[in-house]
């Protein structure tokens, strides 16, 4: 009977040691997913600060310095404008989202929304950014026409060989911080993974 009672009390022993294991595990895990939640909102924020500096020169720009009269040259600075105002739209909706990922949750629960959020992430940084992009140069070409009348040739085409550099040096730039923030939220994911088979 006591031999019975020691080992009983040996595997209650045993048990609470792996509760603290588990729970310092889990614990760490907890950390190091809040660490990447705060890189990825700084990264979010980031984002608006650029566009939103972006659109507030693109308007100046259209407003103060050159502001055009062609109507083609109207709707092209529009689709420009319009496709920034959308980009950041979509960077607060993100925010959102990432907010919503409530950790409270049951784990599970909270893993099939951090699924849903980076496939979110995903479908912003391929297709949609690349949709804005496209139309953004588009709006662009539209102004040509009416810059070309107003500066000549040689400064519209060395404004445009300048878009078309820097713009391949931005795209470079944001490619890599796109693929960090990216992984990120997939070390989330698999931390949260981690946490659900404990």
Same mark, same amino acid.
């Given at each position: 009977m006591n031999k019975d009672f020691e080992q009983l009390q040996d595997l209650w022993e045993q048990s609470k040691e792996d509760i603290a294991v588990t729970d310092q595990t889990t614990s760490g895990y907890a950390t190091l997913i809040d660490s990447k939640k705060l890189k990825s909102k700084q990264f979010?924020?980031?984002? =608006?600060?650029?566009?939103?500096?972006?659109?507030?020169?693109?308007?100046?720009?259209? *407003?103060?310095?050159?502001?055009? /009269?062609? +109507?083609?040259? /109207?709707?092209?600075a529009g689709i420009m404008i319009f496709g920034l105002i959308l980009r950041i739209l979509i960077e607060f909706y993100s925010i959102r989202k990432a907010r919503q990922l409530n950790?409270?949750?049951?784990?599970?629960?909270?893993?099939?929304?951090? =699924?849903k959020y980076l496939?979110? /992430?995903?479908?912003?940084?391929?297709?949609?950014? =690349?949709?804005?992009?496209i139309s953004y140069?588009?709006? +662009?070409?539209? *102004?040509?026409?009416?810059? %070309?009348?107003?500066? &000549?040739?040689?400064?519209?085409?060395?404004?445009?060989?300048?878009?078309?550099?820097? &713009?391949?040096?931005? *795209?470079?730039?944001?490619?890599k911080q796109i693929k960090q923030e990216l992984l990120d939220i997939q070390e989330i994911i698999n931390l949260k993974k %981690?946490?659900?088979?404990?």
């Open positions: 979010h924020f980031g984002n =608006i600060f650029v566009l939103l500096l972006t659109l507030v020169v693109i308007v100046t720009f259209f *407003i103060f310095i050159a502001p055009v /009269r062609e +109507l083609v040259s /109207r709707i092209g950790p409270a949750l049951n784990a599970l629960s909270n893993l099939e929304e951090s =699924i496939k979110l /992430r995903k479908w912003i940084h391929k297709e949609l950014t =690349i949709g804005i992009l140069t588009i709006g +662009l070409l539209m *102004i040509a026409p009416e810059f %070309q009348y107003y500066l &000549g040739t040689l400064p519209v085409i060395i404004f445009y060989g300048m878009f078309v550099i820097s &713009g391949a040096i931005i *795209i470079w730039k944001i490619r %981690q946490i659900t088979t404990h």
